[in-house]
């Protein structure tokens, strides 16, 4: 008997808390149509003012269509950015243009591809030393680059220096080739 005396007191306590817990809550406030319009209007003047400056900053990380430093003549205005290829960076192709390059990275490729006497190694079985295509060849940076050669027996592949000087010539000094 005691032990239901203990449960019946228990009972009415949870039910005494929870009528407690349901008459403490508040009764529900009016609805106020005009005043969550104007903060509705208010959110969506935000919403948009943030839009605008999303727009604005994407904009702004667009790459430029102009070249701000050639137009000032300072190879330092622009950020060092690659271009073309993706060898070469601005300020060295308009340090090439200036040198008489008119497109950089071709020009210096073309100049390998047409000076196959740089490949140190000779043919075999009668065949010529020679850069098969203009795929085989690639600028790394600013002064050097990357050969690919064969004469269709063997294949070679070297690391050359370049340096472009007046009037666009330009001048090779290998680094290292090796045979394949």
């Not at 935000?46 to 050639?70: F, G, N, W």
């Not at 070469?88 to 200036?98: A, G, K, N, T």
């Not at 070297?158 to 090796?178: D, F």
Request: charged share 25%; with cysteine.
């Amino acid at each position: 008997m005691a032990e239901r005396i203990v449960w019946i007191i228990i009972c009415l306590a949870l039910a005494a808390a929870l009528v407690y817990v349901v008459n403490r809550q508040e009764a529900p406030q009016p609805v106020d149509a005009a005043g969550y319009e104007a903060e509705l209007g208010h959110l969506e003047s935000k919403i948009d003012s943030l839009r605008s400056v999303l727009d604005e900053m994407q904009h702004t990380l667009q790459p430029r269509e102009y070249d701000a430093a050639a137009e000032t003549g300072d190879l330092t205005a622009e950020p060092a950015t690659r271009a073309g290829t993706g060898a070469l960076m601005q300020y060295e192709i308009r340090q090439f243009r200036s040198l008489g390059l008119e497109n950089p990275e071709e020009d210096i490729l073309t100049d390998l591809f047409n000076n196959p006497q740089l490949i140190p190694h000779e043919g075999v079985l009668g065949g010529t030393m020679r850069f098969h295509s203009m795929d085989d060849l690639k600028l790394i940076n600013g002064s050097w680059a990357y050969a690919r050669y064969e004469d269709g027996h063997i294949t070679g592949e070297m690391l050359l220096e370049y340096k472009v000087g007046r009037n666009g010539i330009i001048t090779w000094n290998i680094i290292r080739a090796s045979s394949l």
